[in-house]
């Protein structure tokens, strides 16, 4: 869209399907537990697009974390859940059975999903990390693609940055192309519009928000955190994943981590080295140092805990006076 015609300039202007947020922002689905209906909902009241993570709940858990995002705004909700999860068609179909607006989904790939988003008229977006599949998903229906570089925290599905892949995709797709993995201030977000992105997806800045349900212990490492402080880890997933320094991944790295007790089979394939799931949740519960904390590189970007409504609207007030640019109504 040209910025004569945009009547968002100086951001695009963000449509998925029927979908148009104020903002071209998609806030990242963290789990476990770290983005649940609350913060989902103040992200979607602020103009954007608000996720709820709903990898290891339970079909009933994530229902009610929708109800409750419901419950708090009008906005556009979104959910993501992982491939990998071995209960990924009973949440997928379950969320779209009450009514969330959009699906987003990485950690692998379904082609079934975009059958039950037809089914349920609702959009499907899943995370990408290259041109060839993101021609797969224009071709199975789906409505955008996240194209997720390797500064992006969690589980990675590509060693190349970002702004490397994303001309890429642009060129390769017509759909729309949200930009995920470095993105936490206002020139990240620009120098992603300026090679084509529709809209920026946000992870660990909303993580370190007031509405993120971590304990504080667990926001806190966000704001300690420097870069020197990022690690790869080896997820049982099968995935590299990005995580904070902490006496958890150091043990992890020289191999002196405990492997289940009692595994769930969680997911659909697990090394089962360590259980993720519960290491995840330590951290989540303020055990940050036998718990795991995902985290992308641009974390030493964050030096406060905020409401997710200001670090939106002072994101785009930035965007704005870098642009040399009034802001929009």
Not at 128 to 143: F, N, Q, Y
Not at 179 to 196: E, K, R, S, W, Y
Not at 217 to 240: C, F, R, W
Not at 264 to 280: G, H, P, Q
């Given at each position: 869209?040209?910025?004569?015609?945009?009547?968002?300039?100086?951001?695009?202007?963000?449509?998925?399907?029927?979908?148009?947020?104020?903002?071209?922002?998609?806030?990242?689905?963290?789990?476990?537990?770290?983005?649940?209906?609350?913060?989902?909902?103040?992200?979607?009241?602020?103009?954007?697009?608000?996720?709820?993570?709903?990898?290891?709940?339970?079909?009933?858990?994530?229902?009610?974390?929708?109800?409750?995002?419901?419950?708090?705004?009008?906005?556009?909700?979104?959910?993501?859940?992982?491939?990998?999860?071995?209960?990924?068609?009973?949440?997928?179909?379950?969320?779209?059975?009450?009514?969330?607006?959009?699906?987003?989904?990485?950690?692998?790939?379904?082609?079934?999903?975009?059958?039950?988003?037809?089914?349920?008229?609702?959009?499907?977006?899943?995370?990408?990390?290259?041109?060839?599949?993101?021609?797969?998903?224009?071709?199975?229906?789906?409505?955008?693609?996240?194209?997720?570089?390797?500064?992006?925290?969690?589980?990675?599905?590509?060693?190349?940055?970002?702004?490397?892949?994303?001309?890429?995709?642009?060129?390769?797709?017509?759909?729309?192309?949200?930009?995920?993995?470095?993105?936490?201030?206002?020139?990240?977000?620009?120098?992603?519009?300026?090679?084509?992105?529709?809209?920026?997806?946000?992870?660990?800045?909303?993580?370190?928000?007031?509405?993120?349900?971590?304990?504080?212990?667990?926001?806190?490492?966000?704001?300690?955190?420097?870069?020197?402080?990022?690690?790869?880890?080896?997820?049982?997933?099968?995935?590299?994943?990005?995580?904070?320094?902490?006496?958890?991944?150091?043990?992890l790295a020289v191999g002196d981590v405990d492997p289940p007790a009692d595994c769930t089979n969680c997911l659909k394939k697990c090394s089962r080295v360590f259980c993720i799931r519960e290491a995840l949740c330590r951290a989540q519960q303020?055990?940050?140092?036998?718990?795991?904390?995902?985290?992308?590189?641009?974390?030493?970007?964050?030096?406060?805990?905020?409401?997710?409504?200001?670090?939106?609207?002072?994101?785009?007030?930035?965007?704005?006076?870098?642009?040399?640019?009034?802001?929009?109504?």
């Amino acid at each position: 869209m040209s910025q004569s015609s945009n009547p968002r300039w100086p951001w695009p202007e963000l449509v998925i399907g029927k979908l148009r947020p104020k903002f071209p922002i998609v806030q990242g689905g963290m789990a476990i537990r770290i983005s649940t209906g609350r913060l989902a909902a103040a992200v979607a009241e602020a103009g954007g697009i608000g996720t709820i993570a709903g990898t290891a709940m339970s079909e009933e858990e994530l229902r009610n974390e929708i109800r409750a995002a419901r419950r708090l705004t009008s906005g556009i909700l979104a959910v993501n859940v992982m491939f990998a999860a071995r209960n990924f068609a009973e949440l997928v179909r379950g969320a779209m059975d009450e009514g969330i607006d959009l699906l987003v989904s990485g950690a692998g790939f379904s082609r079934d999903m975009f059958g039950w988003g037809r089914e349920f008229g609702v959009p499907v977006v899943p995370i990408v990390g290259s041109a060839k599949l993101a021609r797969v998903s224009e071709g199975l229906g789906a409505a955008a693609v996240v194209i997720e570089g390797a500064e992006a925290g969690g589980h990675l599905g590509t060693d190349r940055a970002m702004l490397e892949v994303l001309p890429e995709i642009r060129a390769a797709v017509d759909i729309p192309v949200i930009a995920a993995g470095g993105v936490a201030t206002a020139q990240d977000a620009i120098d992603a519009f300026d090679l084509g992105a529709d809209g920026v997806q946000i992870g660990v800045r909303f993580a370190a928000s007031v509405e993120a349900n971590g304990a504080p212990s667990h926001k806190q490492m966000y704001i300690n955190a420097t870069e020197e402080d990022i690690v790869l880890i080896d997820s049982p997933v099968g995935l590299p994943g990005r995580a904070i320094r902490n006496p958890f991944t150091e043990a992890l790295a020289v191999g002196d981590v405990d492997p289940p007790a009692d595994c769930t089979n969680c997911l659909k394939k697990c090394s089962r080295v360590f259980c993720i799931r519960e290491a995840l949740c330590r951290a989540q519960q303020g055990d940050v140092v036998t718990g795991l904390v995902f985290s992308g590189l641009r974390v030493n970007t964050i030096k406060e805990i905020l409401p997710a409504r200001q670090i939106i609207e002072s994101l785009m007030a930035d965007i704005a006076r870098l642009r040399g640019v009034p802001a929009p109504a």
